[in-house]
Nanobody
């Protein structure tokens, strides 16, 4: 079964940078979409970014476009999210997800989820 494990979360000051990783295991299809979502206390889970295992197409939420970069290392079965110029409103638990596609900006498009990693941005 596919397993996703996030790492790299932590505490950072506003304006700083942080990178989180999603290590995958199991038989993940090359056609799957890999996505990053985040959820703050009292808020709904929201889309952050997505990338396919094959091809160069990436997707970003308007709130992070220009600041965050999603990338992958197929040989290591790992997806990354580089977060720059972090803001307090970026504070959330960040989740990695994998799915067959569809409306990739919605959680329902994803079948597998990691446990999440906490990212806290102080002001």
């Amino acid at each position: 079964q596919v397993q996703l494990v996030e790492s790299g979360g932590g505490l950072v000051q506003a304006g700083g940078s942080l990178s989180v990783s999603c290590q995958t295991s199991g038989r993940t299809s090359n056609t799957y979409v890999m996505g990053w979502f985040r959820q703050a206390p009292g808020k709904e889970r929201e889309f952050v970014a997505a990338i396919r295992w094959s091809g160069d197409t990436t997707y970003y939420a308007d709130s992070v476009k220009g600041r965050f970069t999603i990338s992958r290392d197929n040989a290591k079965n790992t997806v990354y999210l580089q977060m720059n110029n972090l803001k307090p409103e970026d504070t959330a638990v960040y989740f990695c997800a994998a799915g067959p596609g569809g409306v990739i900006t919605t959680p329902r498009a994803y079948t597998y989820w990691g446990q999440g990693t906490q990212v806290t941005v102080s002001s």
